[in-house]
């Protein structure tokens, strides 16, 4: 039996937001003044990409590859970890469909920088600005993100065998 041609992935991802630290989002730094807390530079957005994409190849997770507990990823940006998985994805034989992402962040307005994160993440994982779809939202000021105790996002992506 042949395996589908298609398959799709999703991520989850979730990080604190604390003063003091930096503020990554989809590749590019932004001027907030809360940061993203994590063991790289915490950029959510990448790490649901980056596990929607690795899950749709069935290659585990962002974590199995690059473990919180290696130094080595300690304050990585995050845009190498997604070009090392779009290598993998391609060395798998898979090419992007697309994806479509959602940011969930109370405080901070998110879409006057979509054009700039779509532009960053087309160019760091080689594919079309058309392929990739940013959306954000609030939480009604419910949960962690309303109280902007932290930011979370979900990703879904569909790959293709590139034959």
């Known amino acids: ?13 979730v990080h604190q937001l604390q003063a003091g630290y930096e503020f990554w989002l989809g590749g590019i730094k932004l001027d907030y003044a809360l940061g993203a807390v994590g063991h790289s530079d915490a950029d959510v957005l990448i790490h649901v990409i980056c596990d929607a ?6 290659m585990r997770d962002i974590g199995y590859h690059f473990s919180d507990q290696d130094p080595a990823y300690k304050g990585i940006d995050s845009k190498i970890l ?7 994805i391609r060395g798998a034989g898979y090419a ?10 109370q405080a901070f ?10 532009a ?16 954000a939202t609030t939480t009604e000021r419910l949960g962690f993100v309303g109280r902007s105790e932290g930011i979370s996002a979900y990703c879904t992506v569909l790959i293709y065998k590139n034959n």
């Open 1 to 13: 039996m042949n395996a589908p041609q298609f398959r799709t992935g999703f991520g989850y991802d």
């Open 53 to 58: 994409l690795l899950g749709a190849a069935n």
């Open 82 to 88: 997604l070009k090392r998985v779009m290598e993998l």
């Open 96 to 105: 992007l469909g697309n994806l479509d992402s959602t940011i969930c962040l």
């Open 109 to 118: 307005k998110v879409n006057p920088h979509i054009p700039a994160m779509k």
């Open 120 to 135: 960053c993440l087309a160019e760091v994982m080689e594919v079309e600005e058309d392929q990739i779809s940013i959306k």
